[in-house]
Each structure stands twice: as C-alpha cells, then as structure tokens.
C-alpha cells in the first residue's frame, strides 16, 4: 500500500514597506519618489522630501524636524530691555527677565531655575534667584552692572540707579544739604560736614559756604566779582556802585546758587544804620552775572533804616 504525504511550507517574507490608511488620508511609503514622500488631505500636507527631515504645515500649524534629537538649537540668552536707557530708582525694584536665543533667531523667556544672577559693580543691594534687582541709595545717578548665567551661556546689562531725593544719602541724611555737594567737597564719610559746621575753621558755616557757591575745604577766597554778566570769582556780599545821573546807585550784591529754590535755600538782605536794628529788603534781587551753578544778584539800598542812613547791609542764609 502506498502512502502518500502532503507537505506544506509556509515562507515568511519581509516586507519591504506597509501602507497607512484611514478614512482622511492614505500614505504608501513603498511609491517610488526622489526621496520621501508627500502625503496630504484636506487638513495638512506632509513633504518628507522637503529638508533634511521633514516639514509638515498646515493653516494651523507647522512641524520642524530637520536635526536630529533636537528641534532647535540654543546660540545665546540676553536680558531683557523692555526701556532703554534701563533704570531703577534708588532703594526701588526692577524685575529682569532673560530670552533664550536659538539659531533661527526665535525667542523664548528662561525659567527662573535655569539661571544664577549676580552683582557684578555698582549701587545695588542684590539680586534674587528670580531676577529682582534692588538698588542702595546714591548721591547721583550711577551706573550698576549685573550678569546672568544659563549653562555655558552668559550675558551681562549696564543700568542706572537714578538719584530721586537729594539729601538723603549715609551720615550726609536729612541736614539741609545736598549729598553731592557734600561728597564733591567731604567724601562719602566726611566729618564736621553739618550746615552749622565749620570744616575749615574761616568763619564761614559749611551752609554759607554752599550757599555762596564757595570751598568748604579752603579759607575764604575774598568777595564776590563779576563782569560782563560773568561772575569771576565767588565769594562773600560787596557793595556794588554805579554811578547815575544825579548820583550813585548803591546796592548790596552776593552769590546765591542757580537752584536755590529746589535747594530749599533762603535768602535775606537786611540793612542797618548802626548794625544793632537791621531792616529785610522787600527788594527782587535783580541777577547781573552768572556761572554754571551760580549768579550775582543785587539788591537796591534803601536811604533810610529807622530814621538812619543805611550804611550796612547782610545776607542771612537759611533753610526751611
């Protein structure tokens, strides 16, 4: 008896490729093209040919995938300069914040745990882990520079702390005066530098010297002179002469500060017949000279002080 036996084989072979469909697209990545393929639907359009890659777009959006790994590359950051110049009041804030700049020149704001702030010089009291920066009081508007790091990446902004009361800087505080005057002439920590104090014992208090716009650290450099409606040299009141038809034109003449009024400084002329009853001037100085930071005023005489002739005159200097 014979005996017959059916033998059957089943091969496995690999497939080359496989076809994506749905009810909205087909995609055959078998098709033979130059490189990809280019699938589409009424919603998007995919060119896997396009880039290295592929780009994908649509009205609502677009895909980029030409590297690798990464869709964008970090070139750079920079600090913010939402203003320019950048500035802060003194004892004020000012938050910064930092832009991370990649190699297509897009922008995206870095979270405040991928940097470390510092104080590089400068008027400011610190930086915190956040980006707020908090500035120290000064005696003028002065530059501050801070610096950031991400990674490998850093970047540094100049800012200006900006002066906004003018008597109100260390042991210079709250006496009348103004800080910067005080810091030209006394340093930062000077002594004996009150308005009521006399740093170099002529006479003088340190507010007459400011007032008259002379140098607290020198004796006095004489009285004041003026020509051509240029003051020559600052110094003490004179008299001032003119001679006028039927007579002579007398007049009490001194230094007073160009921003006297935003200095809180006053003055008063007074005038006497014997220096024991003195009589203000109700008088509007009338300016005569000037230079960069002061003018010459004067002041009319008048003919009679309590029944005698006016023969003397003073300039009271005060603050409010």
């Known amino acids: 008896m014979a005996i017959v036996t059916r033998m059957g084989f089943l091969f496995l072979l690999p497939l080359a490729a496989w076809a994506g469909r749905s009810a909205d697209y087909s995609i055959d990545p078998t098709a033979i093209d130059s490189g990809g393929a280019t699938a589409s639907s009424a919603d998007y359009t995919i060119n896997a040919s396009a880039a290295p890659g592929a780009a994908g777009a649509s009205a609502n959006y677009a895909l980029r995938s030409g590297y690798a790994g990464q869709l964008l590359d970090l070139v750079s950051i920079a600090i913010d300069e939402p203003s320019s110049p950048m500035t802060i009041q003194e004892s004020g804030t000012l938050q910064l914040t930092v832009s991370a700049i990649y190699d297509d020149a897009s922008k995206a704001v870095l979270s405040a745990n991928d940097l470390t702030w510092s104080v590089q010089s400068g008027p400011l009291a610190g930086i915190d882990s956040l980006g707020l920066a908090t500035a120290n009081l000064v005696y003028q508007d002065t530059s501050a520079l801070v610096q950031v790091v991400s990674r490998n990446f850093s970047d540094g902004l100049s800012l200006t702390v900006l002066e906004t009361i003018a008597d ?44 008259f716009g002379t140098d607290p650290t020198e004796n006095s450099q004489g009285s004041l002179a003026y020509a051509a409606g240029l003051v020559s040299q600052r110094g003490l009141p004179t008299v001032s002469l003119r001679n006028i038809p039927g007579g002579v034109d007398f007049r009490a003449a001194f230094i007073r500060r160009k921003n006297h009024l935003a200095a809180g400084l006053l003055y008063q002329v007074q005038f006497s017949g014997d220096l024991t ?39 009271a200097v005060s603050l409010p």
């Not at 109700?282 to 009319?300: I, L, Q, R």
């Open 168 to 211: 109100n800087f260390g042991r210079y505080a709250a006496d009348g005066l103004s800080d910067i005057w005080q810091v030209q002439y006394f340093g930062q920590n000077g002594l004996n530098t009150g308005p009521n104090d006399n740093f170099d014992s002529d006479g003088l208090t340190n507010l007459q010297e400011f007032a």
């Open 277 to 315: 009853t003195w009589q203000s001037s109700s008088a509007t100085p009338t300016v005569v000279a000037s230079d960069a930071e002061t003018e010459a005023v004067t002041v009319p005489y008048p003919f009679f002080v309590n029944g005698k002739k006016a023969r003397f005159f003073r300039v």
